[in-house]
Every structure is written in C-alpha cells, then in structure tokens.
C-alpha cells in the first residue's frame, strides 16, 4: 500500500512538472511570434510607383512626399465629437461654421471691425479706473495684513483690466455659437440629435474643402462610416446627394457599414473589400462586373445586367457584407430556416452574418456571377419541382423538372440536356450539385426525404416517417393531425373516414394555408423533427 501511495504522489509530482514545462514554451513561443510580428511591421517601408493601370511599367518616387503632393485631401473620421447634451461644451458645429464664415469677406470685414467698436465704449466709460477702485476698497484688508509682514513696502494691490483688440477678438470667437431658429425659439446646437448634426458636420466640412478645391491636384476626400446616428432614411438622403453633388470635379470615398447606404449607392458606386485570410484582403470592382454583362455580345448577359440593377436595392445588398449566404424561394421557408439556425447544432452559423436573399427558383442562378466574385459560401435551396401527378416511384424518377436554377447548374457539366428527377439524384449523390469552385451548393428534395417535391411534403414525410406513395385513411390523418398539432389541410368532399388519402393530397389541400402550417411548426416546437434530410445537409455543408 505505501507503493502504491509513492507511485502515485510520483506521478503526480511529474505530471506537474510536464505541464509546467509546456507552460513555459507555451510562453516562449507566444514571445517570439509577437516579437517577429513587431519586427516585420517595423521594417515595412512604403514605397510609391508611377504605373498603368495594370500596375506594371512601375517607376519608382524617389519620396512617398511627392505621391502625397499629388492631391488635395480631406479626411473625415469616424470619430466625431458633437453636442448632445449641455454638459458637451465642444461645440463641434459652430467651430466648424465660423471656419466656413472665415472664407467670407464680409464676415472678415465684420470681425476686423468688431474689436474696436467693444474697445471704445469701455474705454470712454472709465471702466479700467473704476475696477481699479473697486479692487483697492476690497482688497483694502489684504493689503494692510501683507504690510505688516514686509514693513510696508508692498505699493498698491489692485485688479486692473488690460483689454486689447486680440483678447476681444478671441471673446467673439468663443461666444459665437451655431444656434436653430425655430417659431422664433433659438436653441443650442445641442438641442438636436447626434443623427443630424452629424450630418450638418459632414455638410460643413465638405463644403470647406470644396472651396479649397486645386485644379492641379487630384481632389479626393475620404468620409469614414457616415451612417453614425443617423436613421436609415437619413442615410438615404444622404449618400444620394453625396452622389449627385459630387459627381463632378471632385472624387470621394466613403468608408460604410450601412445597408441603407450600399442599397442607394447602386452596384456601380460600390468596391468591396473582403478578408481572405488573417493578414490578406481583396478588393472587388462590382462596377467592372456591370460594364462586362453590358458590353456582352450575349442577349442574356444583357439582362442579367439589367436584373442585378433592378433588383440590387431590394433584394441582395446584404451579399456586400455577408460572410455566408441562403438562398429561399418564399416566406415560409425563411421562417423555418431562420427558427432552424437557432438549434444549438447550427450554433456556429449563428456566429456569422448570414444573408438571407429570398429569390424564385427561376432566379436563383442569376446570383452565380456575383457570388463568384465576392467569393460568399452560398447555399441555395429550392425545390426539386417535378410534375404534380407523378404520385409513384417509376413516374416520378422519370419525370423531368420544371426548376430552371438547378437545370442551369445540372447543365454545366451536362450541356443541353434536360434531366430527369433520377438523373438529379445521381447527380446530388455524386456531390455535383456544388458548383462554382465550392462556392455554391444546391439542395433539394430527393428520395432520402421520401421523394417529396416541395418543402411541406418533404417536412411532413420526415415527420411521420412515410412517402408521397403512402396511403393512410381519412381517420388516420384526423389522429396524427391531433396528435402533432401540425395545421394541415385534410380533404373532406366526398371522402369517408376510411378512404385512404395520399401526402400529395394533403398538401394540395394544404397549399393556401402554408404560413399556417410553418405557424404551427414553429409554435408546436416541431422545428428539428420535421426538418427534412436535404436542408439538414445543406446546413451542415454551409457551416464547415
């Protein structure tokens, strides 16, 4: 037993000192990765070309000053320090609208001639001799206890006023504050919110350097996340005037997080930068995408074109700012799959942005090229559409579908040819169905979700564990539907208790109450068990 207790403590005493040591390499190592980082940024040395617009033919400045010289820059941070409160004494605006008053000649004329008209009236009144009389009456003590203390060789102590035209200069510019006027109430720059003095501060400094503006440079000006404060109308006024406004002579650059803001920019206005990997990012022209579909020979390259301006507002400007996206054909499915991304399997999809973009099956292929250049892992799901009176096996594995995006995408590697829902299984099977270098999956329902054809059938079959082929009677559906407090649809007309009735047509009855249905899902708590197999697998490819 005493062995035994002296292997034990021995063990113990050398797994500690394992740990230990790998603790301190753990240190070590941490050190000397921060350490080459730190020498690598420190030894970074900027250098400017002359070059085409390919970057080659480079030529090299002799000084990264000359490239700075080249322009005339305005820089507007993010980081704006406004009045919203009394307690904010910076008083952002009205320092920035006496610089623009500046510019003005009258308003400098006003200001030389200011000083003097104060100056006179304090002079002529005898102001300086009366605070001097004051002064000596009150400080009358003091002055007879300093006496005492120094043998009376103190003088007169007095406050005496030296008003010069520089003092009285720097007063006005301290009392002139920006004011609103309103039903002849005056009220402080404060009294408004952040949203829209923001937007008068960025007024304000643009306006300045408009009025800078050199013709022998490059004029730029840089606006960094303007959206702050500001609703989302107001970033739509905005940025639409910024557009319009400075559409000539002067270039711009606006650095944003808003929607709002790329929605009315439009694809033309907009450079998209996205982190490929830790140290590296990558700058994508959505405008060059634009002029090549428009300059495209192709009828449909045309009209690809024209959708993506079309439809850019309201349905895929999120895709700007997304790390992964999902495709949906109706309401009912973004319900049931923004409630199946809240499942704890799917937790780290949660913990990225995830674009919903709700498109047709028709549309959904015509979001290829953009999601190609933007590089987003997109998943698209759609249904697989084969004809409605294909009700077995045979008939509906020799049925061809009416899905236009997944025969677009079967057609890649399959050119002209119009596949079967067999051929679709096949191709699903083979991993196929991800195109676009892995960028795109397509998922639909096959005969592992009971060859269903829609996404109701197809979380119905997953459910009760059965097939469009199953047949159960009238009185068996009126149990499950008890049961399961699933809201569908049982066909009535005509149909005894012990008629059998097939999934196909419950979900006929059921196709204008489907948000009902998805209702009931969701408040039921079915959402996991009726999730069918091909969503669960685009789900689980999506999060990889």
Known sequence: AHYKVLTIQNYKVNDYMDEKIKHNIELKERYLKQRIVTLYVNSIVPTCYFCDEKYENRCQMDDVKQFRNLFNFCFIKASRPL???????????????????????EWNELIDKLPDEILKPIQDKDISKKVQETSLNSLKETIMAIEETNGGRSGELMLDMLVTEEDISDLLQRITMATYCVDGYFLGEESQGLGYSNMIYIHLQLNEYENSKDSCKVNVFFVEEPES?????????????????????????ITTHSNEMVRVAGIKHLRVIRKTDSFLSELHDLSKLINELQESSNSEDKLLANFYDWFFEIGYSELIFADKAIFYEGDTERLYIRKLLTLKKYEKLKQQYIAYIQVGGAYAKNYQKMIELLGIKSLVITDIDYSKDAEVIDEIESSEITNATIKAFYRIDNPESNPTVKDLYEWKNKNKNIISNGLIYTCFQTNNDGYSRTLEEAMLSKYFSIDVTTSLTKREWIEKKENSKLKFVIPTKGIEEENSIKLRDILKSTSSSKTNFMYSVVLNEKVEKTEPNYIQGGLEWLMK
């Open 83 to 105: 009045d919203d409160d009394l307690s904010d004494h910076s008083h952002s605006i009205s320092k920035q609208m006496i610089k623009m008053a500046k510019l003005d000649g």
């Open 229 to 253: 404060h500001m609703h989302p109308q107001m970033q739509q006024v905005f940025i639409k005037y910024l557009i319009e406004h400075y559409k000539n002579g002067i270039q711009g650059l």
